[in-house]
Protein backbone atom coordinates (compact mmCIF):
# COMPACT_ATOMS: atom_id res chain seq x y z
CA UNK A 1 0.00 0.00 0.00
CA UNK A 2 1.82 3.78 -1.01
CA UNK A 3 1.78 6.41 1.56
CA UNK A 4 -1.21 8.46 -0.31
CA UNK A 5 -3.16 5.65 0.34
CA UNK A 6 -2.48 5.22 4.23
CA UNK A 7 -2.90 9.17 4.71
CA UNK A 8 -6.20 8.61 3.07
CA UNK A 9 -7.30 5.88 5.11
CA UNK A 10 -6.14 7.86 8.59
CA UNK A 11 -7.82 10.86 7.54
CA UNK A 12 -11.02 8.83 6.61
CA UNK A 13 -11.44 5.98 8.92
CA UNK A 14 -11.02 5.11 12.28
CA UNK A 15 -10.19 2.00 14.47
CA UNK A 16 -12.74 -0.70 14.19
CA UNK A 17 -12.35 -1.84 17.80
CA UNK A 18 -12.19 1.23 20.03
CA UNK A 19 -13.22 4.02 17.60
CA UNK A 20 -9.74 5.74 18.05
CA UNK A 21 -7.43 7.87 15.95
CA UNK A 22 -5.55 5.47 13.64
CA UNK A 23 -1.71 6.81 12.73
CA UNK A 24 0.94 5.42 10.08
CA UNK A 25 4.12 4.08 11.83
CA UNK A 26 6.95 1.91 10.46
CA UNK A 27 6.79 -1.66 11.80
CA UNK A 28 9.08 -2.23 14.65
CA UNK A 29 8.98 -6.49 14.33
CA UNK A 30 10.24 -6.15 10.24
CA UNK A 31 13.41 -5.64 9.61
CA UNK A 32 12.58 -4.13 6.10
CA UNK A 33 10.97 -0.78 7.80
CA UNK A 34 7.42 -1.41 6.18
CA UNK A 35 4.92 1.22 7.11
CA UNK A 36 1.51 0.17 8.71
CA UNK A 37 -1.68 1.63 9.77
CA UNK A 38 -2.44 0.93 13.54
CA UNK A 39 -4.15 1.97 17.03
CA UNK A 40 -2.01 3.92 19.08
CA UNK A 41 -4.49 3.27 21.98
CA UNK A 42 -3.71 -0.43 21.70
CA UNK A 43 -1.39 -2.40 19.52
CA UNK A 44 -3.07 -5.67 19.22
CA UNK A 45 -6.45 -3.95 17.55
CA UNK A 46 -6.94 -4.93 14.11
CA UNK A 47 -9.09 -3.50 11.42
CA UNK A 48 -10.46 0.03 10.44
CA UNK A 49 -14.27 1.68 9.59
CA UNK A 50 -15.37 4.89 8.38
CA UNK A 51 -15.38 8.17 10.50
CA UNK A 52 -19.22 8.91 11.19
CA UNK A 53 -19.62 12.44 9.49
CA UNK A 54 -21.59 15.31 11.32
CA UNK A 55 -24.61 14.60 9.27
CA UNK A 56 -24.72 10.76 10.19
CA UNK A 57 -24.48 12.03 13.92
CA UNK A 58 -27.30 14.09 13.57
CA UNK A 59 -29.57 11.54 12.25
CA UNK A 60 -29.24 9.33 15.01
CA UNK A 61 -29.78 12.12 17.49
CA UNK A 62 -26.26 12.48 18.70
CA UNK A 63 -25.80 16.23 20.35
CA UNK A 64 -23.87 18.48 17.77
CA UNK A 65 -22.88 22.22 17.92
CA UNK A 66 -25.73 23.97 16.76
CA UNK A 67 -23.68 25.98 13.84
CA UNK A 68 -22.91 22.52 12.41
CA UNK A 69 -26.74 21.57 12.86
CA UNK A 70 -27.36 25.07 10.88
CA UNK A 71 -25.72 24.40 7.95
CA UNK A 72 -26.41 20.62 7.45
CA UNK A 73 -30.00 21.85 7.72
CA UNK A 74 -29.43 24.02 4.95
CA UNK A 75 -27.84 22.33 2.61
CA UNK A 76 -31.10 19.26 3.16
CA UNK A 77 -33.54 21.45 1.70
CA UNK A 78 -36.37 18.87 0.93
CA UNK A 79 -36.83 18.45 -2.54
CA UNK A 80 -40.84 18.80 -2.32
CA UNK A 81 -40.25 22.53 -0.41
CA UNK A 82 -37.73 23.03 -3.17
CA UNK A 83 -40.39 22.48 -5.74
CA UNK A 84 -43.02 24.45 -4.10
CA UNK A 85 -40.58 27.05 -3.68
CA UNK A 86 -39.48 26.89 -7.45
CA UNK A 87 -43.22 27.00 -8.21
CA UNK A 88 -44.50 29.88 -6.48
CA UNK A 89 -41.47 32.24 -7.51
CA UNK A 90 -41.96 31.11 -11.24
CA UNK A 91 -45.80 32.27 -10.13
CA UNK A 92 -44.68 35.20 -8.59
CA UNK A 93 -42.26 36.33 -11.47
CA UNK A 94 -43.29 34.64 -14.85
CA UNK A 95 -40.68 36.91 -17.22
CA UNK A 96 -37.84 36.03 -15.44
CA UNK A 97 -38.43 32.38 -13.95
CA UNK A 98 -38.87 30.65 -17.34
CA UNK A 99 -37.08 27.15 -16.51
CA UNK A 100 -36.82 25.13 -13.41
CA UNK A 101 -32.93 25.44 -13.33
CA UNK A 102 -32.98 28.96 -13.45
CA UNK A 103 -35.51 28.80 -10.57
CA UNK A 104 -33.47 26.29 -8.96
CA UNK A 105 -30.30 28.11 -9.08
CA UNK A 106 -32.07 31.54 -8.01
CA UNK A 107 -33.51 29.73 -4.74
CA UNK A 108 -30.22 28.15 -3.85
CA UNK A 109 -28.29 31.76 -4.16
CA UNK A 110 -31.17 33.13 -2.18
CA UNK A 111 -30.47 30.25 1.13
CA UNK A 112 -26.85 30.67 0.60
CA UNK A 113 -27.41 34.51 1.11
CA UNK A 114 -30.16 33.92 3.50
CA UNK A 115 -32.72 36.34 1.79
CA UNK A 116 -36.12 35.29 1.34
CA UNK A 117 -37.70 36.09 -2.41
CA UNK A 118 -41.68 34.70 -1.73
CA UNK A 119 -41.98 37.56 1.12
CA UNK A 120 -43.61 40.50 0.85
CA UNK A 121 -41.84 43.08 0.46
CA UNK A 122 -39.33 40.52 -1.38
CA UNK A 123 -35.68 40.83 0.09
CA UNK A 124 -34.28 39.74 -3.34
CA UNK A 125 -35.78 40.18 -7.33
CA UNK A 126 -35.11 38.26 -9.99
CA UNK A 127 -34.38 40.48 -13.06
CA UNK A 128 -34.17 39.63 -17.16
CA UNK A 129 -31.50 41.01 -18.81
CA UNK A 130 -31.41 40.06 -22.33
CA UNK A 131 -28.41 40.44 -24.81
CA UNK A 132 -28.29 39.92 -28.47
CA UNK A 133 -24.79 39.04 -30.68
CA UNK A 134 -24.40 39.11 -34.41
CA UNK A 135 -22.77 36.26 -35.59
CA UNK A 136 -21.02 35.69 -38.76
CA UNK A 137 -24.42 35.34 -41.42
CA UNK A 138 -26.19 37.99 -40.00
CA UNK A 139 -27.41 36.07 -37.66
CA UNK A 140 -28.55 37.57 -34.32
CA UNK A 141 -28.49 34.88 -31.44
CA UNK A 142 -30.24 36.51 -28.17
CA UNK A 143 -28.99 35.45 -24.91
CA UNK A 144 -31.33 35.68 -21.54
CA UNK A 145 -29.77 35.83 -18.08
CA UNK A 146 -31.41 36.42 -14.38
CA UNK A 147 -29.98 38.31 -12.33
CA UNK A 148 -30.64 39.00 -8.38
CA UNK A 149 -31.93 42.67 -7.40
CA UNK A 150 -31.54 43.32 -3.56
CA UNK A 151 -34.21 46.35 -3.37
CA UNK A 152 -33.16 48.98 -1.31
CA UNK A 153 -34.75 48.76 2.03
CA UNK A 154 -35.99 51.53 4.48
CA UNK A 155 -32.60 51.46 6.37
CA UNK A 156 -30.89 52.11 3.22
CA UNK A 157 -28.49 55.27 3.33
CA UNK A 158 -28.55 55.73 -0.41
CA UNK A 159 -31.64 56.35 -2.64
CA UNK A 160 -32.12 56.94 -6.61
CA UNK A 161 -30.73 59.93 -7.72
CA UNK A 162 -27.98 60.77 -5.08
CA UNK A 163 -24.39 61.53 -6.27
CA UNK A 164 -21.76 59.17 -4.96
CA UNK A 165 -18.49 61.16 -4.32
CA UNK A 166 -15.23 59.90 -2.99
CA UNK A 167 -13.09 61.63 -0.52
Not at 12 to 18: F, K
Not at 21 to 38: A, K, S
Not at 63 to 87: Q, T, Y
Request: aromatic share 4%; net charge negative; glycine share 6%.
Amino acid sequence: MEYEEMKNIVATQVCAQCGGELTIRTNPVDDTNNLEIWCPHNPDHHGYVERETYTQAMRRGEEIHPAIVSAIERKMVPKDDLGRAMNLLALRYPNAIVDPPTAALFIMDCARLDIDPLISPAEAVPIPFKSRKKKSGGQVEEKVTVQMILPRTAGSPWRPGDVLTSG
